[in-house]
């Protein structure tokens, strides 16, 4: 009967083979332990604390989703399966080793079919390993893609494991070609690679003393790659899981965490490493250089001065500074003084979480974005477009500069009238946001929405003068006090009225309300999205004009990504009769327009292509779309633009969902 | 170290729908909401500067108002050193005159090398706060300035005329200065700082006085500007105001 033949071929009179097998692998791995904890107290040493200890069956369910399955990295089909086939194989060659020993120290298992099975997994995936290698090979060296990085300690790495890999089976095979084993039909690579050497002539003794050299090359191999495993581009085995595991998961991604305040409660700032959490700093030691997000960055892919994978290796290179010259006294390192850091870079951040969706690490990039921003806007460091936007949101509550009174002019023309939800109660109160009420060029959509409101029979009211900018981007600006005004505000607004449920026509809206406003009882919140498809599933809205556009819908990061608000839309979309063809870049792969995170009260900068000009070229891609339709009113005015400067205009009209329904409920009807 | 005082005063918010009050004769103040002066932000601004270039204590005088006390927090956020308001300002507008007497009594005991404060107000008939102070100091005046420099008991200032021509004089301290703008736009500051501020720093409150608001000036009949017959008002929304602004063009044989 077949069984486990531990240390085939090892010369006897070298004592045990155990004695030197474990003496290497354990100095290895006494130095790596040792190496490592040297960069990982560092972490906590220079960083503020921060607790990511809770909820530890969450971590471990994270840890096996994110590092073991690797759902996200295979969210790409050809890096996802190049990595996982070298990942996975990995992983079974770590679990064979450790049967191996199990079986020869303790429990006697490999013996017969299972050994036969355990030969047969190990075979299979050296095949598995070896398709990895040659897609890694052929996208580093042939195809090139640019979010990669090209330095040599990724070719050493590739190196390193294929050696060992080839090795295993090498030393395998060689077993193989002198032993014949009954069940060599077990190992089908290895056994042909057996069947080679035995094609060569070659005696059983030559075989044996070549099976010895590979071996030792096979196990210094190892222990050489588990030496110099905290230094090289394989750092992030341990890293990457570790930044998964402490990943946050006390807030959703729609809600930053207050300015932190230091030991005697005052706001810290970020500017420097050490003001940074120890977690903030792990992102930078944890990034696999990957370069999804830099390839899914809408502000990179405009040509702006950001790339998130920089800054975030921005952080590593600060760190690892610090750490050399480590005489305690060097951790106050500048952040912005980077250049990956610097204040053009974050500035550029449209805050879209294409990065934080795409991260195989879960690297949290917003996070640390708007902390610096934070101390940005403390030293007025902000440009002057981004100034005036900000002292009108302090001084009149909305980013145009107009009267508080002005907010609901828009309801004069609306017959029935508006109610106004701060003197008498509704049902549903809607928040209607900034651009809705002052945009003269939204003006028209607003009122349909209150055409379509009406319509349906809803009891509905605004808050005129009550109502003030949500803060969703001001937040995100990295001006926290005056979101914090902004908040009080609106809450005490909110107090005085009677409602049932909010409406929102701004995602950005939504996704504050939702996620980080303090309510002190539970709310109703909803995007006019998820209304109009619950009205429609109701019976409430019924389209007697069915419209047979064909249709593309640009899903807004903030409905999306922030809050995973994909099928209300499209179905609204779909029940008016349209056929919707869907970009490639859909759901949590839509492009950022490019206005978020107050990009669109800045400056724009020197840019190549907005996202928005991309995004309709996409659009322009599919075939025959005659309508672009959105549901968020800055999309309106943003793709309105890029439709114009890319010259589609005769092609393309930009919709909103609200202008479908409306079309499709058809016109006599009110 | 250099003392400087700046003069900060509110004006009413051109935002707001301005209303005019049953009297006929002043805007109705219940509708008004104030703003600061922008010039007298500029000259905030300079102060700053000069704070900041080379060491100056600042001192923010405001006479009460609405708003008042989040304004001159605001200073302080700004990096202002004191701040005094001016209490029992009635609701009617002290003349110009008598302002700067009261004003004058407490810039004396501060003594400062430099009075700065904005070259207009747009709620101003007379525009001569700074002159009238000026001259209640017994120091040289100069108006319209749009940049300073210190130097050792003189002070450079620049003003710009039309024309594009930029005058550098140089003034002998102390002095009262009318500020047009700063040499930088006026900075924001965060409102997490202003807050801070409403509990860190404190406001000397100082009695105006009595104060004279009889300037001899009369006011018949105060209205918002009225549509005039020669105007016609182009009505409609963009594409239609375009169109009709082609059509007279073209009838004016301008295209
Ligand atoms: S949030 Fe969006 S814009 Fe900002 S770094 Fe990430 S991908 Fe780029
Ligand atoms: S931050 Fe994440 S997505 Fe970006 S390069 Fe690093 S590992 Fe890849």
New binding site residues.
């Given amino acids: 009967m077949p069984e486990h033949n531990e240390y085939w071929g090892i010369p006897l009179d070298w004592g045990s083979p155990n004695i030197l097998v474990y003496s290497v692998m354990f100095l290895a791995g006494a130095i790596l332990i040792f190496r490592f904890y040297l960069r990982a107290r560092l972490w906590w040493k220079i960083g503020r604390p921060e607790p990511r200890w809770n909820k530890l069956h969450l971590r471990f369910y994270n840890l096996i989703k994110y590092s073991i399955v690797q759902t996200r990295i295979l969210r790409q089909k050809y890096p996802g399966i190049m990595h996982v086939a070298l990942a996975w194989s990995f992983f079974i060659f770590f679990l064979g080793t450790a049967l191996a020993t199990i079986n020869t120290h303790f429990y006697h298992f490999l013996t017969g079919l299972v050994f036969s099975l355990y030969k047969l997994t190990l075979d299979v995936f050296t095949v598995v390993f070896i398709v990895g290698a040659l897609l890694a090979i052929y996208r580093r060296y042939i195809t090139k893609p640019d ?1 990669l990085t090209y330095q040599p300690q990724f070719t050493w790495s590739l190196i390193l494991l294929i050696i060992i890999v080839l090795g295993g089976i090498t030393t395998e095979s060689l077993r193989l070609a002198v032993e014949q084993p009954a069940n060599a039909a077990w190992s089908p690579a290895g056994y042909l690679i057996a069947r080679a050497f035995l094609s060569t002539g070659a005696s059983a003794a030559a075989l044996t003393n070549w099976h010895l050299g590979i071996w030792l090359v096979h196990l210094l191999t190892v222990a050489f790659t588990i030496v110099t495993l905290p230094v090289g581009s394989l750092l ?1 085995i341990l890293t ?1 899981p570790l930044n998964i595991f402490f990943s946050e998961l006390d807030r959703p991604i729609g809600q930053l965490p207050p300015t932190p305040t230091d030991r005697e409660g005052h706001p810290v700032y970020v500017s420097k490493l050490n003001e940074l959490t120890w977690k903030q700093i792990l ?1 930078g030691d ?9 390839d899914v960055c809408p502000a990179f892919g405009a040509g702006l001065p950001l790339n ?2 920089d ?3 921005g952080i590593r290179e600060i760190f690892e500074d610090a750490k050399l010259s480590s005489n305690g006294n060097s951790f106050d390192k500048s952040l912005l003084e980077n250049q990956k850091l610097n204040k053009e870079a974050l500035w550029s951040c449209t805050t879209c979480a294409a ?1 934080l969706t ?6 949290e ?1 917003i996070d640390t974005i708007v902390e610096l921003r934070r101390h940005l806007v403390i030293e007025g460091m902000i440009d002057p477009e981004l100034q005036d936007a900000l002292t009108n949101l302090g001084r009149y509550g909305n980013s145009f500069g107009q009267s508080p009174r002005k907010r609901a002019k828009w309801t004069q023309e609306i017959d029935p009238p508006v109610k106004d939800a701060t003197r008498e109660p509704v049902e549903y109160l809607w928040f209607v946001g900034d651009y809705a009420s002052y945009n003269p060029a939204l003006a028209e959509m607003t009122a349909k929405t209150a055409a379509v409101f009406n319509h349906a029979g809803l009891d509905f009211g605004v808050m005129h003068k009550g109502e003030n900018h949500a803060g969703n981007d001001v937040r995100r600006v990295g001006e926290e006090g005056l979101f914090e005004m902004l908040v009080e505000k609106n809450l005490s607004a909110l107090q005085r009225c009677q409602y049932q449920s909010i409406i929102t026509t701004d995602p950005h809206t939504y996704n504050t309300l939702l996620n980080e406003y303090p309510f002190s009882e539970p709310q109703t919140i909803l995007h006019y999205s998820e209304l109009l498809a619950q009205l429609i599933k109701d019976g409430k809205l019924r389209f007697t004009n069915p419209l047979n556009y064909k249709v593309t819908y640009h899903d807004p990061c903030y409905l999306g990504r922030y809050n995973g608000i994909y099928d209300a839309p499209r179905y609204v979309i779909k029940a008016t009769g349209c056929e919707l063809v869907e970009m490639p870049r859909n759901r949590d792969l839509a492009l950022c327009c490019g206005a978020g995170g107050g990009r669109i009260w800045m400056e724009e900068g020197k840019i190549q292509e907005r996202p928005s000009e991309s995004r309709i070229r996409e659009a322009m891609e599919l075939d025959g779309i005659q309508h672009f339709i959105v549901s968020c009113p800055k999309d309106i005015t943003m793709y309105q633009d890029a439709v114009k400067t890319t010259g589609h205009e005769s092609d393309l009209t930009v919709k909103d969902l609200i202008e479908l329904v409306e079309e499709a409920l058809e016109d006599s009807t009110y | 170290m250099t003392e400087i005082v700046v003069i900060a005063r509110l004006v009413p918010d051109l935002v707001e729908e301005l209303e005019i009050a049953t009297s006929g004769t002043a805007l109705d103040l219940a509708w008004l909401r104030l703003i600061i002066n922008e010039f007298d932000n500029h000259a905030i601004e300079q102060a700053i500067i000069l704070k900041e270039r080379s060491g100056a204590t600042v001192t923010i005088i405001s006479p009460e108002a609405e708003g008042v006390e989040d304004m001159l927090f605001t200073t302080a956020a700004k990096g202002a050193d004191k701040l005094i308001k001016l209490t029992g300002v009635g609701e009617e507008k002290p003349t110009n005159l008598s302002m700067a007497q009261t004003l004058a009594e407490i810039i004396k005991e501060i003594n400062p090398d430099l009075v700065l404060t904005g070259v207009q107000a747009h709620d101003d008939f007379t525009g001569d706060l700074a002159p009238q102070l000026a001259d209640l100091l017994d120091m040289p005046y100069v108006g319209y300035i749009s940049g300073i420099s210190l130097g050792d008991g003189k002070a450079t200032a620049y003003k710009e005329y039309p024309g594009g021509i930029l005058a550098e004089m140089e003034i002998a301290l102390p002095a009262v200065l009318g500020i047009q703008s700063s040499e930088e736009p006026p900075r924001y500051v965060a409102i997490s700082k202003v807050r801070q501020m409403m509990n860190t720093a404190s406001i000397e409150d100082r009695d105006a006085g009595v104060l004279e608001t009889d300037s001899g000036v009369v006011i018949d009949r105060m209205y918002l500007p009225e549509v005039a017959d020669r105007a016609e008002m182009l009505e409609g929304d963009e594409e239609e105001v375009a169109s009709k602004l082609i059509a007279i063009l073209q009838d004016l044989g301008l295209l």
């Fill in positions: 979010r992030h990457g992102n944890a990034c696999t250089e990957c370069g999804r997000c830099q998130p994978k800054l975030i290796l990065c795409e991260c195989p690490v879960l690297v990039h």
